[in-house]
């Protein structure tokens, strides 16, 4: 009985968090060249996991040049960022 309950507490919290997922934004781009068909993309508003902007390879560079590490360079690499 313990096994059930812990089995359904976990399921109801993997559910929970599953729901909690922001919906994406997409973009449907139709391309028509002569003498070939249409061709239609679907694009998604995110960048790929782990992709770096500008702004966080500017900052890191920046960091990096000062010679800053551990919770410091957090500080600075989140004030950085927000001034840009």
Same mark, same amino acid.
């Given at each position: 009985?313990?096994?059930?309950?812990?089995?359904?507490?976990?399921?109801?919290?993997?559910?929970?968090?599953?729901?909690?997922?922001?919906? &994406?934004? +997409?973009? &449907? &781009? +139709?391309?028509?060249?002569?003498?070939?068909?249409?061709? +239609? +993309?679907?694009? &998604?508003?995110?960048?790929?996991?782990?992709?770096?902007?500008?702004?966080?390879?500017?900052?890191?560079?920046?960091?990096?040049?000062?010679?800053?590490?551990?919770?410091?360079?957090?500080?600075?690499?989140?004030?950085?960022?927000k001034s840009k």
């Amino acid at each position: 009985m313990r096994t059930f309950m812990l089995a359904a507490a976990a399921i109801i919290l993997m559910a929970g968090s599953a729901m909690a997922q922001a919906p &994406t934004a +997409t973009t &449907t &781009t +139709t391309t028509k060249v002569a003498g070939h068909p249409k061709v +239609t +993309t679907t694009h &998604t508003g995110l960048a790929p996991k782990g992709a770096r902007t500008e702004a966080s390879l500017a900052c890191s560079a920046s960091a990096d040049s000062k010679g800053v590490h551990g919770k410091d360079r957090e500080k600075f690499m989140r004030a950085c960022k927000k001034s840009k």
